[in-house]
């Protein structure tokens, strides 16, 4: 049968023959389940890289599809976003050298991409949330030109009701609405893989669900989004609001969140997983009838199922039940996709080693892991690695307390080296990748904790841009040299001073931290917050975050002189305040700023997107740039 087009909405029929489709792979695997059709007794792992592409400022680059059109491999794909690029690793089996091997082949997929993205002027960053992104970066724009993305993206904006809506409380508080699915182009992650037998699929995937806690609190690499510093593991935050398809009816009678770390224990089979998931979700996307897999099981052959795997990749648990067919065996993987991307290719070597150990080994070590630990202590434990990282208190099995850092050192590094040698895995490798963890544990430095430390060291000098720019080129040098985090000194202003591209737009220089005044406060506010913060230049703004206005330090010295402002007659700002400023976009460039002053003989510039007030540029944020490029020039003679 000929393909939909799946840049169209799919009519009802289509639907009904996708669904038909869906329900018969489900027999299909049940039969194969009975019938033994799946592999038994083999073990391996394997591992997906994705990561971030950023420009010679530290900034998303839309090159994803040059860069693939350079590497010209079928071990590189695209993502959602055209920043975003993704490397899969072959599967191997679980003994022996299997780590360091890993480990080799990770490294060349990352230094290959690296070296491809550097003849696009582009370099590779590894990390959960890469810690420039802006709204700015979200567009359509960004969005890799692909019809099941653009589709995606359609039935979840009506869904959404044509908003998503993001929340989230750390450090700093983040409130945000989005017009589209990009805020989920802001995670990558290290997604491992993990081959079980199907009598073994529920105990080893209710393993998975409980040490996913621990080994995520060592791992933790995603503490800012959109320049706040939000959760350790913002990305599970992140990644579940903005796949949230839920109405708010839905929503406020409980129904389970597309992202999810799941309602309770597998007691069956894969089945059980794939059931629960097709009665709570519809699918998002749908293709074209396939041959049937009964028909094709008659003639000995294994089916694809298709249809049921295109709906489980529209299902995101944190630990997603997998079926795949390779060299015409069919197995059956648990895709651990809680961890994320970086902070070095070592570490997240590291993080599998410790990950994979703890599976072999608590299988025996804790036996029924559901009769030992409540499901809702494994998800809270979750739910508190990725708020605490290493901070976080875990109740373990038995329902011992624990704070992450003890449990690891003291219990889990020794079970999973226990586990490791079970497999045979090479005691070199054993000893080299569950040492990196001990250490990055011991010494409290996660990738997250490196950020917010490097954050916290270059403190309020220099905009926050700046900061996390900064942040940025550090991680990509230390990337590159494969390092482990641990061993990172912390990033400094310096490290975001190197390339003339950070000046070149408005956005990547202006101050966004805004204190602003509404047209009937009275002018006394205004001039107190000039005289607090050392300001000269306030923007007034409506409710809705419209620039209205603009008072100026010459327009209250004005009104001083003429003694016009008193306690009985207190004027108000929309009687002082230049109506119509002048004003630029995040996209205008730094020279055309600086001409537009020039110009007006003007000393500031409120930054307008949309008609709402993001930012403001002034003479100041020149200066300082001009003393930046200057330093540099000096220092190079």
């Known amino acids: 049968m000929s393909k939909i087009d799946i840049t169209a909405p799919p009519d009802e029929d289509q639907r009904r023959n996708f669904v038909r489709a869906l329900l018969e792979d489900v027999h299909a695997l049940e039969r194969m389940l009975e019938d033994g059709w799946i592999e038994e007794g083999v073990r391996r792992i394997g591992a997906e890289q994705e990561m971030f592409l950023v420009d010679r400022s530290y900034e998303p680059a839309n090159k994803a599809l040059q860069i693939l059109d350079r590497l010209k491999s079928g071990s590189y794909t695209t993502e959602l976003a055209q920043f975003n690029l993704e490397a899969n690793l072959e599967p191997r089996a679980f003994e022996g050298n299997c780590f360091s091997a890993m480990q080799k082949e990770l490294d060349f997929l990352v230094d290959n991409a690296r070296a491809a993205a550097e003849l696009e002027r582009t370099k590779i960053v590894l990390c959960g949330i890469l810690p420039t992104l802006s709204k700015e970066h979200l567009g359509l724009e960004s969005m890799t030109p692909i019809p099941r993305y653009l589709q995606l993206n359609r039935i979840m904006v009506e869904q959404r009701g044509g908003r998503f809506q993001t929340l989230i409380k750390g450090t700093d508080e983040l409130q945000t609405t989005h017009e589209n699915v990009m805020l989920e182009a802001c995670n990558t992650s290290f997604q491992l893989h993990y081959q079980v037998g199907s009598k073994e699929f529920a105990r080893l995937y209710n393993l998975a669900q409980v040490i996913t806690a621990p080994v995520l609190a060592a791992a933790v690499n995603s503490p800012v989004l959109l320049r706040h510093r ?60 396939n041959e049937s897999p009964m028909e094709m099981m008659e003639r000995g052959e294994v089916p694809p199922l298709k249809a049921l795997r295109l709906h489980n990749g529209t299902v995101y648990r944190w630990n997603r039940p997998c079926y795949g067919v390779q060299d015409g065996k069919a ?15 070592v570490d997240e070597v590291a993080n599998a080693a410790f990950f994979y150990g703890l599976m072999s080994a608590l299988d025996g070590e804790y036996g029924d892991v559901t009769k030992r630990m409540s499901f809702d202590d494994a998800k809270a434990n979750f739910v508190a690695a990725a708020r605490y990282g290493l901070h976080a208190r875990f109740r373990w099995v038995d329902g ?52 917010l430390d490097s954050l916290a060291h270059m403190g309020e000098r220099g905009k926050s841009v700046e900061r996390f720019r900064a942040l940025t080129q550090a991680m990509a040098r230390n990337q590159a040299e494969h390092k482990p985090v641990n061993s990172w ?16 737009t408005v956005s990547q220089v202006m101050t ?6 509404q047209a009937e406060d009275i002018v006394d506010l ?19 975050g419209r620039l209205v206005g603009l008072v100026s330090h010459r327009a209250l010295m004005r009104i001083l002189s003429r003694g016009q402002s008193t306690n009985e007659n207190p004027v108000a700002v929309r009687e002082v305040m230049e109506v119509d400023p002048v004003t630029v976009t995040p996209e205008t ?25 993001v930012g403001i540029i002034t003479e100041h944020d020149f200066f300082e740039i001009a003393g930046v490029l200057l330093e540099k020039w000096l220092k190079s003679e």
Do not use: N
């Not at 197995?331 to 290719?345: D, K, M, N, Q």
């Not at 497999?423 to 001990?438: F, I, N, S, W």
């Not at 400094?492 to 390339?499: K, V, Y």
């Open 400 to 451: 011992k307390p624990y704070g992450a850092d003890e449990l690891i050192l003291k219990t889990l590094l020794p079970l999973a080296k226990k586990g490791l040698a079970a497999r045979k895995v090479d005691a070199a490798d054993v000893e080299r990748y569950l040492g990196m963890v001990a250490d990055r544990v011991q010494s409290g430095r996660t990738g997250a904790q490196w950020a």
């Open 589 to 613: 460039s730094t020279l055309e700023a600086i001409a537009t002053m020039r110009k007006h003989k003007i000393g500031c510039l409120p930054v307008v997107s949309e008609g709402k007030l």
């Open 230 to 289: 939000l959760w350790h593991e913002t990305r599970v935050a992140l990644f579940q609001q903005s796949l949230d398809t839920r109405s708010e009816h839905q929503a406020s009678r409980g129904t389970r969140q597309r992202v999810s770390f799941g309602d309770r224990w597998v007691k069956g089979s894969i089945l059980e997983v794939y059931r629960d998931d097709i009665a709570r979700f519809r699918s998002l996307i749908t293709t074209g009838s």
């Open 512 to 517: 966004t931290d805004l204190f602003t005044v």
């Open 526 to 544: 205004a001039a107190s917050l000039m005289e607090w913060e050392h300001l000269r230049h306030v923007p007034v703004e409506d409710k809705d």
């Open 331 to 345: 197995h059956l993987r648990i895709e651990a996709r809680a961890f994320p991307a970086g902070p070095s290719t």
């Open 489 to 504: 000194e912390l990033a400094t202003l310096r490290d975001g001073t190197a390339e003339r591209e950070s000046f070149r």
